[in-house]
């Protein structure tokens, strides 16, 4: 029997007013280059979610948040093979609130932008493929949080 192999992703919606920052991928490998997400990344062994997701923001985004709850959970399957990763990766979906710092790109970013909820769904009304899409797709949670905003 083969071994599962499970990655944790810690994901953070950042909120300032009605608009969530969203960061485009530069250096990512295909088919997430040049395509709009939210900030966040992998969970590194023995650490803790809750830290994973403000390091992450802080070494793409360079700000500082404070993480109000978690939205959601789910579970995403990996096919493609850029990282040699094939597997489940579980999303952990953290709402944060903006705390400070002025958003820029760093790390594999190359533009952060605050977007509208309606920015966001039309973006992903013309680009059903794109990660951001599927994400909002696959997430209960993360659509009735849009609703909210």
């Not at 499970?6 to 997430?32: C, D, F, M, Q």
């Not at 070494?59 to 093979?81: A, M, S, Y």
């Not at 709402?95 to 952060?112: H, L, M, N, R, W």
Request: proline share 5%; aromatic share 14%.
């Amino acid at each position: 029997m083969e071994r599962v192999t499970y990655r944790l992703v810690a994901t953070g919606i950042i909120k300032k007013g009605n608009k969530v920052l969203i960061s485009l991928k530069g250096s990512e490998p295909r088919p997430i280059r040049n395509q709009w997400y939210f900030p966040g990344g992998n969970v590194e062994a023995g650490e803790n979610p809750f830290y994973s997701v403000l390091r992450e923001i802080k070494e793409e985004t360079g700000l500082r948040v404070k993480v109000l709850r978690v939205i959601d959970f789910f579970p995403e399957f990996r096919d493609f093979n850029p990282w040699k990763f094939k597997g489940w990766m579980m999303h952990i979906v953290f709402e944060c609130e903006y705390t400070s710092g002025k958003p820029f790109a760093k790390d594999d970013i190359v533009q952060v932008k605050w977007a509208s909820k309606k920015e966001i769904l039309e973006y992903t009304r013309k680009n059903s493929h794109t990660r951001l899409a599927k994400f909002l797709k696959n997430s209960k949670n993360l659509k009735s949080f849009f609703q909210r905003i």
